[in-house]
Nanobody
Framework: QVQLVESGGGLVQAGGSLRLSCAAS????????MGWYRQAPGKQRELVAR???????NYADSMKGRFTISRDNAKNTVYLQMNNLKPEDTAVYYC??????????????WGQGTQVTVSS
């Protein structure tokens, strides 16, 4: 069993910054990919950014240049630095991890979500 604990969401004014964190714990052998998705009210969940354990990243086009994903493999933690936030970034942000457990099973774990609200 693997758990993801997110933190760092909140309310910020447009143009401001937030940093989200997500720490994985449990029966972890490795986590090849960690990432962030978001879901705004009335919209589908969408990719924000994802990062491999080797450091490769990909971003949704609308986040490039404003958001930066990083991870600390030793701590099984992924971060999302969000700068120049816009009201349209308001959403629940979900951490994900593609986990290989100590039993060598593989699955995708989701966090509980953290609310980010950007006021205009």
């Amino acid at each position: 069993q693997v758990q993801l604990v997110e933190s760092g969401g909140g309310l910020v004014q447009a143009g401001g910054s937030l940093r989200l964190s997500c720490a994985a714990s449990g029966s972890i052998f490795s986590i090849p990919v960690m990432g962030w998705y978001r879901q705004a009210p009335g919209k589908q969940r969408e990719l924000v950014a994802r990062m491999t354990s080797g450091g490769s990243t990909n971003y949704a086009d609308s986040m490039k240049g404003r958001f930066t994903i990083s991870r600390d493999n030793a701590k099984n933690t992924v971060y999302l630095q969000m700068n120049n936030l816009k009201p349209e970034d308001t959403a629940v942000y979900y951490c994900t991890a593609e986990v290989i457990t100590t039993a060598r099973s593989m699955y995708t774990q989701w966090g509980q979500g953290t609310q980010v609200t950007v006021s205009s």
